[in-house]
């Protein structure tokens, strides 16, 4: 089956640790976004990516890093400099804006990081 | 101005209701519009692209305003698992906008019996 895998669902992290969220999907789409959900909010882009080795800032890429090394992956990294990690972070795919009218996003089920 | 605005609600109506949402987006560039629904503590789901013409799935129909620059979604016959938060998303084109999707904040709708 196609989808989108994000992996772990839940993850545990210690102030001053980098982690590093997993985002693979095999629906051959060029495009991927990393976006952050906090209770009660809307959607927050922090990085998204057109095609494999580039990746563009989203509106809150401060304390983040990603990498596009392959199609079918775009890890996030959330890096110490992050004040405020803890949050609900969403990995989407689809075929990049502009480049016909079936450019919906596919959602992963998300991974829920909580600093302690 | 944000790129995409709608209003947060809540929208509390009472099963059976017809209920309409709205959604503005700014980029007079934008080719493509869906809906979302986000039930709580899971992933956004597409609920239905949003065409020129219209489109209609059941109980949902979408429409686009082009010239106002606004598309609505309209629920009718409304049931409690209809309760969610519904996500306007646009594409964003041009180097101004950086060609990705851009979310709306989200309309919370709560069916009650």
């Known amino acids: 089956d196609g989808g989108i895998t994000q992996s772990p669902k839940y993850l545990f992290r210690k102030e001053g640790q980098n982690v590093t969220l997993s985002c693979e999907q095999n629906?051959?789409?060029?495009?991927m976004y990393w976006y952050r959900q906090d209770p009660g909010q809307g959607l927050r882009l922090i990085y998204y990516s057109q095609i494999v080795n580039d990746f563009q800032k989203g509106d809150i890429a401060e304390g983040y890093s990603v990498s596009r090394e392959k199609k079918e992956s775009f890890p996030l990294t959330v890096t110490s400099a992050q004040k405020n990690p803890t949050a609900f972070y969403l990995c989407?795919?689809?075929?990049?804006?502009?480049?016909?009218?079936?450019?919906?996003?596919?959602f992963g089920q998300g991974t829920r990081l909580t600093v302690v | 101005r944000k790129e995409v605005e709608q209003d947060p609600g809540p929208f509390n109506v009472p099963e059976g209701a017809t209920v309409a949402f709205n959604c503005t987006y700014s980029n007079s560039a934008s080719q493509s519009f869906f809906w979302y629904r986000q039930d709580c503590r899971k992933e956004p789901k597409l609920l239905m692209s949003?065409?020129?013409s219209g489109n209609e799935d059941g109980r949902f129909t979408a429409q686009l305003n082009r010239a106002s620059q606004y598309i609505s979604l309209l629920i009718r016959d409304s049931k409690l698992s209809d309760s969610a938060t519904y996500l306007c998303v646009v594409t964003a084109l041009g180097e101004e906008y950086g060609n990705k999707l851009v979310f709306g904040a989200g309309t919370i709708l709560r069916v009650k019996s």
């Open positions: 629906l051959n789409h060029d495009a």
């Open positions: 949003v065409y020129s």
């Open positions: 989407a795919s689809s075929i990049p804006p502009g480049q016909g009218l079936n450019t919906e996003a596919f």
